[in-house]
């Protein structure tokens, strides 16, 4: 599949950006300083930023609090939070406690296979998901964890960070889905960019799910891992990627606006 340079995308009807954070909001592994402006600049145009992360629900509670974003879907779809505080629960769990416990004893299995895997420092602020750092893990060891969780009835993913261990159809295309639905229903598939860089974020790249999606350049390194790629991809890597992305956008919106503003002296 060929990747379409994003000076190609039409993005005048885009009005929400659902985008993951490490790797692609991130440069270096830190927000830049430019990070909060750019935020800013598409908040003032009228875009919506809604931030759809592995990272845990800990995390991103804080996260969500600070920045100028819509909310944010944290631990690969499994819950949704606003900026208000209000959090909501995306994945079917009936006892929390349970699966916490279920989750553990998950890990500590594939451990006794991969000795050299280590927990993540962030599971005691998690809720859906267990997660391991990626480390050096390879190509064949990713497959085969990913297959001793599904052969336990769980799903796996990864991304440039940690590796997840997380229920059955639980995505970030899913989360998604669900909170478009509930949560801003005035906005529909095609006004809505998925935006990211790796693995855990390809249900996101589902072209019958969000016609619109980007990777940054990074996403060009798992090109041959994944079934879904975005539709484009930007020139650079991590959040210049996304700069590149926002000016396109802002420049949209400047534009027309300039066209509203042209027809209102015409009438």
Not at 115 to 138: E, G, K, M, Y
């Amino acid at each position: 599949m060929t990747l379409l340079n994003l000076n190609q995308a039409d993005l005048s009807d885009i009005r929400l950006i659902a985008s993951d954070v490490d790797g692609t909001l991130t440069q270096n592994g830190k927000f830049s300083s430019d990070f909060i402006s750019t935020l800013l600049d598409l908040q003032s145009a009228g875009i919506k930023v809604l931030l759809v992360t592995g990272r845990s629900a800990g995390w991103v509670s804080a996260l969500v609090n600070y920045l100028p974003v819509a909310g944010a879907i944290a631990e690969n779809g499994g819950l949704f939070l606003q900026p208000n505080g209000q959090q909501f629960l995306l994945s079917s769990i009936p006892n929390l406690s349970r699966h916490r416990i279920l989750l553990e004893n998950t890990f500590h299995h594939i451990k006794q296979l991969f000795p050299h895997l280590h927990p993540s420092a962030d599971n005691q602020f998690r809720i859906t998901d267990w997660t391991f750092d990626v480390n050096d893990l390879s190509t064949d060891d990713l497959q085969a964890i990913s297959s001793q969780c599904q052969q336990m009835g769980w799903s796996f993913a990864y991304s440039n960070v940690q590796c997840h261990i997380k229920p059955l159809y639980q995505d970030k295309a899913t989360g998604l889905d669900a909170v478009l639905k509930n949560h801003f229903p005035e906005i529909n598939s095609l006004q809505v960019l998925t935006f990211g860089d790796s693995p855990n974020d390809e249900a996101m790249f589902d072209a019958d799910l969000f016609p619109i999606s980007v990777g940054v350049a990074n996403v060009r390194h798992y090109q041959d891992k994944m079934m879904h790629l975005p539709k484009y991809v930007a020139q650079a890597s991590e959040f210049a990627g996304f700069q590149e992305l926002a000016m396109l956008l802002l420049k949209n919106s400047v534009i027309d606006d300039s066209m509203k503003t042209r027809r209102s002296y015409a009438g």
